[in-house]
C-alpha cells in the first residue's frame, strides 16, 4: 500500500507540473532523482521524513547550481516533490554541467543523508555481480567478498575453487592497494570501481596478513560459486553442514539433499556459518526451520512494524560462528542461540544485523538500501554488537576439534 501511494504521488507531482521550457535532459535527470526518492522511502527498513530527505539533495543543488534558496519547511511529503520540482527546473535551466551527474550527486546527498553505512549506490556491474551471487548465475568475478570495519576494508569470504582462493587470498585479510593505488581514503564506491574488471583482465592487490604485506595478481574468471556442502560421518553418526553463502536455492537444495537421508541415523550436526557473508534472507530462515521447534525463531523489524518467524521441528546441533559470520547467517545462529537448540562455538559474529535490498536505478546505477534489521525475540539489538559464541576459541581448526569433542562426549553420555 505504501509503495502504491508513493507511485501515485510521483505522478502527481511529474503531471501537476508546466514542463514549458523543460528539456528532455531536465526531465531525466528529475525523473531519476523522484525514482530514488521513491525507492528510499518505500523501502528503507524505518520511517523516514521525505522533506529532510529532498532538502539533503537540495543542499547539493545549490552548490552545483551557484545558487540559495530556502530549504523546505513543514511541507507533507506531496507539498516538499512539487516545490522539489520546480526548484530543480528554475536553478538547471541555464545549467552547463552534466545532467546526469547531478542527478547522481544529489541521490548520493540524499542516501547518504540516511547515516546507514550499508545503505549506497552501486555501479550495475557490481548490482548484476551480488544479484549473480545471490541466483547462482555463472558470473566473472575474483572469488571473494570484502566490507568495511574500523576503517579497513577486510577480505570477509574467500569461495572454493576460486582465483581468489587459488591465488592464495585467505579470509581476514587487509587490502590496502588495489592496482598500485591506496585506498585508505576512497570510498567504497571507488573500490569497487577499481576491481570493475571484465574477464581475463588482472587486479593487483596489496593485503596486509598480521604485520605482513604481501602481493598478489588476480585473473577474473568465469565461476559458479558452491554454496554449500555436506559430510556424512558413520564413526559419530554426525552430519557436517558447511555454509559458503546464502543463495536463493540454498534451503531447497539441502533440504532435498537432507530428505534423501534418514536424520533418525544421525545424532547430531555441526552447522559451519564461519566466514558466511550473508545473502538471502528467506533462504536463511528457511534452513533455521530444518532444525528448530515450533517457537518464534527471530524477530524482523521494517518500516512496517515487526512480524515473528515461527520454524519447524528440532535437532541437536553444535554452530561454528566467527567475525566473518554476518547478516542474514547471524540470523541463523542468534535463532539456534535463541531456542537453547545449539552449542554456538567460534568467535563473536561480526554485528552487522541489518538486512540491504538490491533495486536497479538504471543501465549505469543501482541503490542497496537496508530493508530490515533483526533482534533478539525479545527485542535487545545485535547490530553493531554481534553474537556471543557459548564456547569462545580461536582458530579455525581448533574451533572444529572442540566442536567434534562436544560430539563425542554428548554421543557417549
Request: glycine content about 6%.
Amino acid at each position: 500500500m505504501k509503495h502504491c501511494s508513493l507511485t501515485i504521488l510521483l505522478i502527481l507531482s511529474l503531471t501537476s507540473l508546466s514542463f514549458a521550457g523543460v528539456t528532455e535532459q531536465q526531465y531525466k535527470a528529475d525523473l531519476l532523482i523522484h525514482k530514488s526518492y521513491q525507492l528510499i522511502m518505500a523501502n528503507y527498513y524505518k520511517s523516514i521524513s521525505g522533506v529532510e530527505l529532498l532538502n539533503a539533495g537540495l543542499k547539493v543543488l545549490f552548490v552545483k547550481c551557484g545558487s540559495e534558496k530556502p530549504f523546505l519547511k513543514n511541507l507533507d511529503n506531496e507539498q516538499a516533490l512539487k516545490d522539489f520540482n520546480n526548484v530543480f527546473f528554475e536553478l538547471t535551466e541555464n545549467y552547463s554541467g552534466d545532467l546526469q551527474n547531478l542527478s547522481m550527486d544529489i541521490i548520493e546527498a540524499m542516501i547518504k543523508s540516511l547515516q546507514d553505512k550499508y545503505s549506497s549506490m552501486i555501479k550495475s556491474g557490481v548490482y548484476t555481480e551480488l544479484k549473480s551471487l545471490l541466483e547462482e548465475e555463472i558470473f566473472s568475478g575474483f572469488g571473494f567478498v570484502f566490507a568495511e570495519k574500523d576503517g579497513s576494508i577486510y577480505i570477509t569470504s574467500v569461495f572454493p575453487d576460486t582465483p581468489a582462493f587459488q591465488a592464495g587470498i585467505k579470509e581476514g585479510d587487509i587490502i590496502i592497494e588495489v592496482d598500485g593505488r591506496k585506498i585508505d581514503k576512497i570510498s567504497l564506491n571507488e573500490i569497487y570501481d577499481l576491481m570493475n574488471k571484465e574477464k581475463d583482465e588482472i587486479i593487483y592487490l596489496k593485503i596486509q596478513r598480521n604485520k605482513v604485506i604481501l602481493d598478489f595478481s588476480v585473473k577474473v574468471q568465469e565461476i559458479k560459486l558452491t554454496d554449500f556442502i555436506i559430510k556424512k560421518n558413520s564413526k559419530n553418526s554426525s552430519l557436517y553442514i558447511k555454509i559458503y553463502f546464502f543463495s536463493t536455492d540454498t534451503y531447497r537444495k539441502i533440504f532435498s539433499e537432507l530428505s534423501k537421508l534418514n536424520l533418525e541415523n544421525y545424532s547430531y550436526c555441526i552447522i559451519d556459518l564461519r566466514d558466511n557473508p550473508g545473502g538471502d534472507l528467506e533462504s536463511a530462515i528457511n534452513f533455521s526451520k530444518i532444525f528448530l521447534p515450533k517457537e518464534p525463531v527471530i524477530r524482523i523489524e521494517n518500516s512496517r512494524g515487526h512480524k515473528l518467524i515461527y520454524a519447524g521441528f528440532s535437532s541437536p546441533i553444535v554452530v561454528l560462528i566467527n567475525n566473518g559470520t554476518m547478516s542474514s547467517a547471524e540470523i541463523v545462529a542468534l535463532a539456534f542461540q535463541e531456542n537453547h537448540r545449539a552449542t554456538l562455538i567460534g568467535q563473536k559474529t561480526s554485528g552487522k544485523a541489518s538486512i540491504q535490498g538490491l533495486f536497479p536505478l538504471d543501465e549505469d546505477f543501482a541503490i542497496k538500501l537496508t530493508v530490515a534489521k533483526f533482534f533478539t525475540f525479545s527485542g535487545e539489538p545485535v547490530d553493531g554488537i554481534g553474537i556471543k559464541p557459548d564456547i569462545e576459541i580461536e582458530g579455525y581448526e581448533e574451533q572444529l576439534l572442540k566442536a567434534e569433542e562436544i560430539i563425542k562426549v554428548r554421543s557417549e553420555k
